[in-house]
């Protein structure tokens, strides 16, 4: 597979193909980003960021795009995307719950949290409910101790979580979806 | 005289000074009388002779690295000034009150220290999860343009300086300065070999200074009220305050700015309202997750970054995380193993190949399934992992709370083996 790309990423034409176009919205904001870095390349997380606030997650063809339009090789900039937790290579939910599980979290009872978003949910770490509302991903420290357990979820810190919380935020937040939709 | 320059307009229960309200309470007031009365140098012996050590978790004298910066005509033109805003350590919630509560005070610093090393381009590189620091990061930049603090010949000083905000997306591992500037050029970060130092050879090989948030929100203090009251402020042999934070099992949680120098007691007890009830103080971790255990006979010691030295932990980040009689130390390592193992860049084999050993052995033993050669597979690693062993600190930090576990709570361990199970899960 790994021989499959780079051959495609050598043959450029095949790799334009395959890109998807990137929106104005995309290129207007990656094109600031360039304008506060002497290179290129150090463009490509932040690049990567701003196709994700418009598509969801980081698609081949959307990784495609970004490399050619940052000049770079694809493998580099997936090897950065990778690198980083906050960069989805695959679809998520629509809300997506990043949840502490680090030492403080933890000795303020996380790990009951997230078998209570297990029993209720039925997702655990890494995975999406069946209806593609919320999505579980573990995530180092979010630097807010005193206030543990916390998770961050719709640009919200969420503190003091309690499975009535929990339960509280979860019909909120379906809810919402709901209205949207 | 102010007694808390880090923290003096911080209140979380309303929104932080915007720039006029910042300047009001006598904030840049430092940065413009440092542009008309100063030249880098006497910046430089100033902070210098103040004492302020990096509060980033290593300590290191602020102005003695600064000194290392190439100066005069000869020098690069082009330097740079970074503020590691990445706080990540685990049990570490400090700099997220200062960018949250006083951002202008972040950017006074910065001003500071890009004069010092005459850097007119300086990144700030924050977590991608402190959202609301961003916000409060990007009005405050605006704000410092429109008045003129940012951009060229600010206050006619002839010194340029631009401030540009890099959010990254979340990876222990930029903490350490060389692989935060690996990430801010748009790599892998993982860390450099040094040397070369980054004040030399940093971002796109230019000098370059990586400063935590904290570090550089001292430095409109120093400049504005000079050494003596700096040095003041502390009540032992360290100069200033410091902010310290205490989680875990207690009654009041929560992130205080006090004299370095303050006992330990008077932390926990005092300001963090002691154990809550039905729970005994069994140890902590004094600075983030890759300190030392301490235990409850040395709360008398002071919070100093010698004093912590010599008890056999490190002061770092000057935030504890409390270790209760009803939470398993096993466990709690195992935590913070898991953490280590998971944040590992992996670009050496002792790091990347043992910490996933490690975490491995200690969730087996949490499940029960511990046996007794594995107490000296974990005492080995001490060694493979330790200082000088790997390519950075992560790895010697992941050890400092697995060693002291396994020496003051070594029955802890072994009472998994014997009993094939974790007491505390009973």
Not at chain 2, 67 to 91: H, Q, R
Request: net charge negative.
């Amino acid at each position: 597979m790994q021989m499959t790309t780079d051959a495609l990423i050598a043959t450029t034409g095949a790799a334009r193909t395959m890109a998807r176009p990137l929106s104005a919205e995309e290129k207007q904001e990656i094109d600031h980003e360039l304008t506060l870095y002497p290179d290129k390349r150090a463009v490509g997380l932040e690049a990567l960021k701003i196709v994700q606030k418009h598509q969801g997650w980081v698609s081949d063809e959307s990784m495609l795009a970004v490399a050619n339009y940052l000049e770079m090789s694809v493998h580099e900039l997936d090897g950065v995307a990778t690198f980083f937790n906050l960069i989805f290579r695959r679809p998520t939910g629509r809300n997506v719950m990043l949840f502490c599980n680090s030492v403080s979290c933890w000795i303020m009872g996380c790990d009951s949290i997230r078998l209570h978003l297990n029993n209720t949910l039925g997702i655990d770490y890494g995975e999406t409910t069946a209806d593609g509302e919320f999505t579980l991903i573990p995530v180092p420290c979010l630097g807010d101790c005193d206030k543990a357990p916390v998770m961050l979820m719709a640009g919200e810190q969420q503190r003091h979580l309690t499975p009535e919380k929990i339960d509280r935020l979860v019909a909120q937040h379906r809810l919402t979806g709901a209205t949207q939709k | 005289m102010i007694t808390r320059p880090l923290t003096k307009n911080i209140d979380m229960q309303r929104a932080p000074f915007d720039c006029a309200q910042y300047q009001e309470s006598g904030g840049y007031a430092g940065v413009t009388r440092m542009y008309r009365n100063m030249a880098p140098a006497d910046v430089l012996e100033l902070v210098k002779s103040s004492g302020l050590k990096g509060r980033g978790g290593a300590g290191f004298p602020t102005g003695l690295k600064w000194s290392f910066v190439p100066m005069g005509d000869d020098a690069p033109k082009t330097k740079y000034l970074v503020v590691n805003a990445d706080e990540m350590e685990p049990g570490t919630f400090k700099d997220r009150l200062l960018l949250e509560g006083d951002p202008h005070l972040l950017l006074e610093g910065m001003m500071i220290a890009a004069y010092t090393i005459q850097a007119n381009t300086a990144y700030i590189f924050l977590r991608g999860e402190y959202l609301k620091a961003e916000t409060l990061l990007r009005q405050a930049i605006h704000e410092a343009h429109q008045q003129g603090l940012l951009g060229r010949d600010i206050l006619n000083s002839g010194f340029n300086l631009e401030i540009i905000l890099h959010t990254s997306a979340g990876r222990y591992i930029c903490g350490e300065e060389t692989a935060l500037l690996n990430a801010l050029e748009g790599k892998r970060a993982n860390p450099r070999a040094k040397p070369p130092f980054p004040q030399v050879s940093g971002l796109w090989g230019k000098p370059t200074i990586v400063n935590n948030v904290e570090t550089l929100c001292n430095l409109p203090g120093i400049v504005n009220y000079g050494v003596d009251w700096y040095k003041g402020l502390g009540l032992g042999n360290d100069a200033g305050t410091k902010l310290f934070g205490v989680s875990g099992r207690v009654n009041n949680p929560g992130c205080w700015e006090l004299p370095l120098g303050t006992p330990i007691r008077e932390l926990l007890e005092g300001h963090a309202g002691g154990m809550s009830e039905g729970y005994t103080l069994r140890g902590f971790l004094p600075g983030g997750g890759s300190t030392d255990f301490l235990l409850p006979t040395h709360l008398d010691l002071t919070l100093d970054y010698d004093v912590i030295g010599k008890a056999g932990s490190r002061l770092a980040t000057g935030t504890m995380i409390v270790l209760d009689d009803r939470t398993c130390p096993v466990g709690m390592v195992g935590n913070l193993m898991r953490f280590f193992s998971h944040e590992s860049c992996g670009w050496c084999t002792p790091c990347r190949d043992g910490l996933p050993w490690l975490d491995a052995i200690l969730a087996r033993m949490e499940e029960g399934g511990g046996r007794i050669e594995d107490m000296d597979i974990l005492h080995e690693h001490l060694d493979y992992l330790g200082p000088g062993r790997t390519f950075c600190a992560l790895a010697p930090g992941a050890m400092a709370p697995l060693g002291s576990a396994l020496r003051y709570f070594r029955e802890d361990f072994e009472s998994h083996i014997s009993a094939g199970a974790c007491p505390w899960h009973k």
